[in-house]
């Protein structure tokens, strides 16, 4: 059969534990008291839970405060173009089916300039997790609006406040087809670990958005979901299916046209799981196309394979 | 007995007539005689007038043919359009059912057939005149005494596979085509001499399939694109094609995705190819940029097409070089190569494959229209030579790893690779260090452009300097590149014929360019550039103002075209002639 040769070493010692030392790269160049230090806490903490081998990490991220990510984890990691993570991680994911892929992004990148990307990775359904750092602005250009602002937010490009309608991100996830969409707050670090360890478990496109807020230049921005700020932190309750007297109020998160009720439900709206569902990954759907052309070929080399292709047009 | 004969056959996109031009093509190869097809189709999405053009010889062919020999029309409007190309004293076969042509005219032998109705005769059925490309392909098999064995042969598995009934009328419609009586017709000759059997086997394809099949051969299991004339039928058939290797191509939302996911794959240890035309290269600038800065290989097809924007999306053009070689921002060094024939689009994807692994370089390959649809035979390579077989290195990297050493060649390691230091690397289009770290330190800078840049001199060092074709040294030097090879080498054989001392050199290599070109140029008082593209403002073309800022030499003129069709030789004749007399 015709494969690509793997060159990797034979079972070697035991590896050491990782370690927040170990995971920890450049100091985040973030201002201080930014969101995205929780985020990346949080990120260690549960690749330590979860066991995943150092060199299986490969973090991807594009263009903003938040993409500057891979920096500061210690793993395999790609910081690419804006808006083109996701794509590039699809690459990544769909030929190398023994690493753990997350992509870290903010508005920008996954709600205006990769908007579309977006969309087709979630309809493809590759096996990822994309984490997507929401803070409501453009920080690294220093206070742009940006897709999610909400109307009547006042940026430079905006000084009169925001006009257009801001983008509903759970809305849009569960529209487009990601099987796995979650929302926390940089925050609520429990709950934030929590849907990070769903989604990396999920098999297919697993997304998070967190509320991350931008204290230099959109301050106080999710408040309204931050109790120790004064206020609410509501969570999704999930139907187990049990037969528990009122899990039938509960949340099915399987419910596609639940979710999108629940996504638009009015600021500060619900946290937690909103749609989780197993179809086919792209990932599977391209290893049997491999599969069935393979076994079409049998035992023949890629020489012999090429050797056949050109006997036809003799 | 003629040493070639240029067949057009002009009709309707539906027709078929691609098809019995392919047939005739792949006939050739096996009967070791020498072809080259030319066609053009409507950019419509169904149906308008298009041709097939089969130069069929013993000799060596190198280009379609500037004037036919034979003409099939198979409308009015085909007879119209197309009976200016035929030479003087050629044959005009026309579909009497459809063509009134002016018989008056003497300088042509007209020859009426009833292609529709003998076609809907013999075939019969609901086929109605589908069929009848198969019955002017039996005319032409008589016509020209070619080996009818071997065409049925090719011909039944063409259509074998498919519904039996379609290859039954096929051969029912080739059969009566070649039994209709044409009288006298026969007796003007139009007999093949026959090829010196080379002892070699011979394929026949076109520069698409030739290029797909490249990739495999260069060991690329991986790639990604979107639709675009004319790039899509390299895409498709790697969709098929790259699963029996264990590999796969994904179709992606769009141009940026398409090179960003064969990046992907790149980055993860898998070398990738994505591909376009010109608009399509222009919207993969960004992340291109990005390869070179992150040192990432990937392999870019572009087929290049009349522009700018949507332009000439059928017809051929070379205006895509500068785009190729300076497109992205900042200072952004990439290979660029360009294939002379549809053999060459299977060798310079293996060799384009090579200088990515060994560079860790984005190299870009400019087919173009007219190379990527034309069918031509040649040598069936010998796989065993040239076949690479890929690995994906995940050996332990050492302790003391750099991603980006500013001395020795970058050599990644992809993710899954264990790094015996504890350091992993992250690739990046941040200016970094050699680590990788972003810096904006200025000495760092300037290291890692020149780093970037000198990988394209060590290429350069590697070059061997083209050979010239014909006189050593004399009055003239024609400078190609890309498709123009074949016709600019027939210019060049006239020429000598005549008396003039003249060459050709042809550039495989655009960017870095071999060495040695400027001791090539003191050997000729004039140097013509001929390529498919405008004159620009200043008056050159895109390859002749790179040889002029490279070589400052004013002897560096321009033959340009740009009517989106290919050279003639004539054309390039008349373009000698337009700076010193060559045909007086």
Same mark, same amino acid.
């Given at each position: 059969m015709s494969t690509i040769t793997i060159k990797r070493p034979e079972a070697t010692e035991p590896v050491a534990k990782l370690d927040k030392k170990a995971l920890s790269a450049d100091h985040p160049t973030w201002c201080p008291g930014c969101g995205d230090f929780a985020v990346l806490a949080s990120f260690f903490k549960v690749v330590q839970n979860l066991g995943i081998p150092h060199e299986q990490i490969c973090t991807i991220a594009g263009i903003g405060c938040s993409s500057r990510f891979p920096y500061f984890v210690n793993g395999h990691g790609v910081h690419y173009i804006h808006g083109r993570a996701i794509p590039l991680a699809t690459g990544v994911s769909l030929s190398r089916p023994d690493l753990n892929i997350f992509v870290f992004g903010g508005d920008g990148d996954g709600f205006s300039i990769g908007g579309n990307h977006l969309e087709h990775a979630a309809r493809k359904n590759l096996n990822l997790t994309y984490v997507i750092m929401d803070n409501f602005v453009y920080g690294l250009t220093k206070k742009q609006t940006s897709p999610t602002s909400p109307v009547g937010f006042k940026s430079k490009t905006d000084p009169w406040g925001a006009q257009d309608e801001p983008v509903n991100p759970m809305r849009k996830l569960v529209a487009s087809g990601a099987t796995f969409v979650a929302r926390t707050h940089a925050a609520q670090v429990n709950h934030m670990s929590e849907m990070f360890e769903r989604a990396i478990k999920h098999p297919g496109f697993s997304v998070v958005e967190v509320l991350s807020e931008c204290v230099v230049f959109f301050k106080g921005s999710f408040d309204a979901a931050n109790p120790r700020k004064g206020g609410e932190f509501p969570l999704i309750t999930e139907k187990q299916w049990d037969e528990s007297p009122d899990d039938w109020k509960a949340h099915d998160t399987t419910d596609l046209s639940k979710a999108i009720k629940l996504a638009e439900e009015p600021w500060p709206g619900k946290f937690g799981v909103f749609y989780e569902v197993e179809r086919t990954t792209k990932n599977a759907n391209e290893q049997s196309l491999i599969a069935d052309a393979q076994a079409k070929v049998g035992n023949a080399s890629s020489q012999e394979i090429l050797a056949k292709r050109f006997a036809r047009m003799r | 007995m003629v040493d070639d004969a240029v067949i057009r056959i002009a009709g309707n996109s539906q027709?078929?007539?691609?098809?019995?031009?392919?047939?005739?093509?792949?006939?050739?190869?096996?009967?070791?005689? #020498?072809?080259?097809?030319?066609?053009?189709?409507?950019?419509?999405?169904?149906?308008?007038?298009?041709?097939?053009?089969?130069?069929?010889?013993?000799?060596?062919?190198?280009?379609?043919?500037?004037? @036919?020999?034979?003409?099939?029309? !198979?409308?009015?409007?085909?007879?119209?359009?197309?009976?200016?190309?035929?030479?003087?004293?050629?044959?005009?076969?026309?579909?009497?059912?459809?063509?009134? /042509?002016?018989?008056?005219?003497?300088?042509?032998? !007209? *020859? /009426? *057939?009833?292609?529709?109705?003998?076609?809907?005769? @013999? *075939?019969?059925?609901?086929?109605?005149?589908?069929?009848?490309?198969?019955? @002017?392909?039996?005319?032409?098999?008589?016509?020209?005494?070619?080996?009818?064995?071997r065409l049925v042969e090719i011909i039944s598995r063409q259509f074998g596979g498919k519904d039996e009934s379609i290859l039954r009328n096929a051969l029912l419609a080739f059969d009566a085509g070649y039994a209709y009586p044409l009288g006298d017709i026969l007796d003007l000759?139009?007999?093949?001499?026959?090829?010196?059997?080379?002892?070699?086997?011979?394929?026949?394809?076109?520069? %698409?399939?030739?290029?797909?099949?490249?990739?495999? @051969?260069?060991?690329?299991?991986?790639?990604?694109?979107?639709?675009?004339?004319?790039?899509?039928?390299?895409?498709?058939?790697?969709?098929v094609e790259l699963p029996q290797y264990g590999g796969m191509f994904i179709q992606a939302e769009d141009e940026l995705a398409a090179i960003s996911i064969a990046l992907g794959f790149s980055y993860a240890g898998h070398l990738a190819i994505t591909g376009s035309a010109g608009p399509g290269l222009s919207l993969k600038m960004e992340a291109l940029s990005w390869a070179t800065m992150a040192e990432i290989p990937l392999i870019v097809i572009n087929v290049q097409r009349g522009g700018p924007s949507t332009g000439l999306p059928t017809?051929?053009?070379?205006?895509?070089?500068?785009?190729?070689?300076?497109?992205?921002?900042?200072?952004?060094?990439?290979? *660029?190569?360009?294939?002379?024939?549809?053999?060459?689009? !299977?060798?310079?994807?293996?060799?384009?494959?090579?200088?990515?692994?060994?560079?860790?370089?984005?190299?870009?390959?400019?087919?173009?229209?007219?190379?990527?649809?034309?069918?031509?035979?040649?040598?069936?390579?010998?796989?065993?030579?040239?076949?690479?077989?890929?690995?994906?290195?995940?050996?332990?990297?050492?302790?003391?790893?750099?991603?980006? /050493?500013?001395?020795?060649?970058?050599?990644?390691?992809?993710?899954?690779?264990?790094?015996?230091?504890?350091?992993?690397?992250?690739?990046?289009?941040?200016?970094?260090?050699?680590?990788?770290?972003?810096?904006? %330190?200025?000495?760092? =800078?300037?290291? +890692?452009?020149?780093?970037?840049?000198?990988?394209?001199?060590?290429?350069?060092?590697?070059?061997?300097?083209?050979?010239?074709?014909?006189?050593?040294?004399?009055?003239?030097?024609?400078?190609?590149?890309?498709?123009?090879?074949?016709?600019?080498?027939?210019?060049?054989?006239?020429?000598?014929?005549?008396?003039?001392?003249?060459?050709?050199?042809?550039?495989?290599?655009? =960017?870095? +360019?071999?060495?040695?070109?400027?001791?090539?140029?003191?050997?000729?008082?004039?140097?013509?550039?001929?390529?498919?593209?405008?004159?620009?403002?200043?008056?050159?073309?895109?390859?002749?103002?790179?040889?002029?800022?490279?070589?400052?030499?004013?002897?560096?003129?321009?033959?340009?075209?740009?009517?989106?069709?290919?050279?003639?030789?004539?054309?390039?004749?008349?373009?000698?002639? #337009?700076?010193?007399?060559?045909?007086?």
């Open positions: - | 027709d078929g007539i691609q098809t019995i031009g392919g047939l005739l093509a792949r006939l050739a190869g096996r009967t070791d005689q #020498d072809v080259i097809t030319y066609m053009t189709i409507p950019s419509t999405i169904s149906g308008g007038p298009s041709i097939f053009q089969v130069r069929l010889g013993s000799g060596e062919i190198l280009s379609p043919g500037d004037q @036919a020999d034979f003409l099939v029309a !198979f409308y009015e409007h085909s007879y119209k359009s197309h009976i200016g190309f035929l030479r003087e004293g050629g044959v005009c076969l026309y579909d009497s059912d459809e063509v009134k /042509p002016d018989t008056s005219d003497k300088r042509f032998t !007209f *020859v /009426p *057939v009833p292609l529709t109705s003998a076609t809907v005769e @013999a *075939v019969g059925g609901t086929a109605k005149d589908r069929g009848k490309n198969m019955f @002017a392909l039996g005319l032409l098999c008589s016509v020209f005494d070619l080996d009818r064995p000759a139009f007999q093949l001499k026959p090829a010196t059997a080379s002892g070699k086997t011979r394929v026949a394809t076109d520069g %698409n399939t030739a290029m797909a099949l490249g990739l495999i @051969a260069g060991g690329v299991r991986h790639g990604a694109g979107y639709p675009i004339t004319p790039w899509s039928p390299i895409m498709e058939q790697l969709r017809s051929v053009e070379q205006s895509d070089l500068m785009q190729a070689i300076y497109g992205s921002h900042g200072d952004c060094p990439r290979v *660029v190569l360009a294939p002379k024939d549809v053999e060459d689009c !299977f060798y310079i994807a293996i060799e384009a494959a090579r200088i990515a692994r060994k560079y860790s370089v984005p190299v870009i390959i400019l087919s173009d229209q007219a190379l990527s649809s034309r069918i031509e035979a040649f040598t069936e390579p010998d796989l065993a030579k040239v076949m690479v077989e890929p690995v994906l290195d995940l050996t332990p990297a050492p302790e003391d790893y750099k991603p980006y /050493p500013l001395t020795g060649e970058t050599k990644h390691a992809p993710p899954g690779t264990r790094m015996t230091g504890g350091f992993y690397p992250v690739v990046t289009g941040l200016e970094h260090d050699e680590m990788g770290h972003p810096t904006s %330190n200025p000495d760092l =800078h300037m290291k +890692m452009t020149a780093r970037r840049r000198n990988k394209l001199r060590r290429l350069e060092a590697e070059l061997k300097t083209p050979d010239v074709y014909g006189d050593a040294q004399g009055e003239i030097l024609l400078v190609g590149w890309g498709s123009t090879y074949g016709p600019i080498r027939e210019a060049v054989s006239q020429l000598r014929e005549k008396g003039l001392k003249l060459a050709a050199i042809h550039l495989r290599h655009l =960017h870095p +360019m071999a060495p040695g070109l400027e001791k090539v140029f003191d050997r000729y008082d004039h140097i013509f550039v001929v390529e498919m593209n405008d004159e620009g403002v200043y008056g050159q073309g895109q390859l002749a103002t790179l040889l002029r800022s490279r070589f400052c030499n004013p002897k560096i003129r321009s033959i340009c075209k740009t009517d989106g069709l290919t050279f003639k030789i004539r054309e390039i004749i008349a373009g000698i002639d #337009d700076f010193i007399a060559v045909t007086a």
